[in-house]
């Protein structure tokens, strides 16, 4: 089936770490996001690529880190340099051009540090 | 810049029955589009309903319509004949077409939650 996924579902970190959050998508997206939500609150963009070997800052990036390698994968480096970073973080990706241009979303990560 | 407003923190509806979801929209942008999404407590987030703002007819799918007024720049859910398990999160979105030098960056709102009582 095609989608979305995200890995892990869970992740506990040290303050101090950095972590990488995986997502894939098999449905021959050009573009993926990366957003981040708080509780109660709505989604905030972190970063996103249009293209492979390309991506630009969202809202939210000042602590973050991506790569774009591989049309399929997206991951999300949360490093130490971001002061708080337990959250819920959800990937999204979206096919170039179509009526809706509608973003689909994986099963999401949930960060706490510990 | 552009704003997406839902004013009902949380909303209680008996099962079978409709219910209405509001959200207020603030753009600039002349070609935008409005979308629904519905988080259970899963986490996922799962599209529902699109709005594009040149559309003449208000978007349905299946009991999802969306009652859209553009004068009034509200875009309101409506799920007809509820059922447990359209107990969630619902966000509001709004895309405008050059948001985000490109990006096609979606705006949220912070959501309502919906409790649907048996």
Request: hydrophobic share 30%.
């Amino acid at each position: 089936d095609g989608g979305i996924t995200q890995s892990p579902k869970y992740l506990f970190r040290k303050e101090g770490q950095n972590v990488t959050l995986s997502c894939e998508q098999n449905l021959n997206h050009d573009a993926m996001y990366w957003y981040r939500q708080d509780p109660g609150q709505g989604l905030r963009l972190i970063y996103y690529s249009q293209i492979v070997n390309d991506f630009q800052k969202g809202d939210i990036a000042e602590g973050y880190s991506v790569s774009r390698e591989k049309k399929e994968s997206f991951p999300l480096t949360v490093t130490s340099a971001q002061k708080n970073p337990t959250a819920f973080y959800l990937c999204a990706s979206r096919a170039r051009g179509g009526l809706t241009d509608t973003q689909y979303f994986g099963p999401g990560t949930r960060l706490t540090v510990l | 810049a552009q704003k997406i407003t839902q004013t009902q923190p949380g909303m209680f509806v008996q099962e079978k029955e409709a219910v209405t979801l509001d959200c207020t929209y603030d753009t600039s942008d002349q070609s935008y589009g409005l979308f629904w999404y519905k988080q259970p407590s899963s986490g996922e987030m799962i599209f529902l309903i699109y709005q594009g703002s040149y559309d003449e007819q208000n978007a349905t799918e299946g009991r999802y319509s969306l009652n859209f007024q553009k004068a009034r720049k509200s875009a309101n859910l409506v799920i007809s004949a509820s059922q447990l398990g359209d107990s969630a999160m619902y966000f509001c979105a709004m895309r405008g077409l050059y948001s985000g030098a490109g990006s096609y960056q979606l705006t949220f709102g912070k959501g309502t939650k919906l409790s649907v009582i048996p």
